[in-house]
Structures are given as C-alpha cells and as structure tokens.
C-alpha cells in the first residue's frame, strides 16, 4: 500500500522538506498519489487485458481511441488525443496495420501526413478488449458515487488542461 500511512512510515525526513499543513504539504501528497495511482491502475489493467486478449497497452489504446473517432485521423493528431510521442505510435500503427486492425492512406490534404482508420477487424479486437476493461474498472470503482467520479473527473481535467498550458 502506498497510501498516506505508508508513506508517513518510511518519509521521516518529509517535514524537512514540507510544513505539515501547508498547501506544498497537500499538493505534495496530491501529486504524488496521482502518480501511483496511475502506474498501478496502468499496470492492473493492461494485466488483466493482456491475459485475456494478448494486447499490450500502446494497441489496445491506440484502438479504442480510433473507435471513438469519426472516421479517418492525422497521425498526428491521433498521437496529440493519445498523449504520445508521435514516434512509438508508429511503432505501434504499423504493427496493427500489419496485422490488418488499422489502415493509413495518405492524407489528401497533405501528402506529408497518413491518415488512419480502424477496420472492422481492429473494432473486432477493440471489442474484445472493452469486454474485459469495462468489468474491470467497474469492479474498481463501484464503491465511488456517481457525484465523487464527475468530481474527481472535473478535477483531473482541469489538471490535465493545466499541465498541457503549462
């Protein structure tokens, strides 16, 4: 567990470093819980995932966030909505192109880009991988309100927002 207790156990020179009660103190705390949350949800779902599809995170994401597109996306603006480095998501597009479950095609507006577009195998697979993730994460959250996961929501994309502006 890597919560505040845990943490208390082991950061005995924290106070050093942080005035207990302060709003460094809070955003500390905040921030970095924000991190282990992410990298142990990061990890706990791309394992249950991987052991019932096969699909690693960078394919199955890559996916879903083609599914939820209408229609054909810049390879750039795919890596922008992903949050990715525009290289390693060629790694990833070309894997899943050539496994058929994405196609590029140049984009007319620009003959410099590719624009992608799931195939109804790569929405099959998708498929597959939301059967897994939407029981998984519901499991995950059930003990939090509706009102408590709109709030944590709102709050986690104004820091995104705030983050990206930064």
């Known amino acids: 567990m890597s919560g505040k ?4 156990s ?8 942080y005035a207990e009660g302060s709003r460094a103190e809070l955003e500390f705390r905040f921030s970095r819980l924000l ?10 779902i791309d394992e249950a995932i991987r052991e019932k599809t096969g699909q690693p995170r960078a394919r199955w994401q890559t996916l879903a966030a083609l599914a939820f597109s209408d229609g ?27 496994e058929g479950l994405v196609e590029r ?3 007319p507006a620009d003959k410099r880009s590719r624009r992608v577009t799931i195939t109804d195998k790569g929405l099959a697979v998708f498929r597959e991988v939301k059967a897994v993730l ?5 499991a995950l959250l059930e ?6 996961l709109g709030a944590a929501e709102r709050m986690l994309d104004r820091f995104f927002t705030a983050i990206g502006e930064g």
């Open 10 to 17: 082991w950061a005995m020179r924290f106070g050093e470093f």
């Open 134 to 138: 939407d029981p998984t994460r519901a």
């Open 35 to 44: 991190i282990l949350a992410a990298r142990r949800w990061s990890s706990y």
């Open 143 to 148: 003990g939090f309100s509706e009102a408590e």
């Open 72 to 98: 054909p996306i810049a390879t750039i603006e795919l890596a922008e909505r992903m949050a990715v480095q525009w290289p390693s998501l060629i790694r990833t597009l070309d894997g899943l192109e050539a």
């Open 105 to 107: 095609r140049i984009n």
């Open 5 to 8: 207790g845990e943490f208390d």
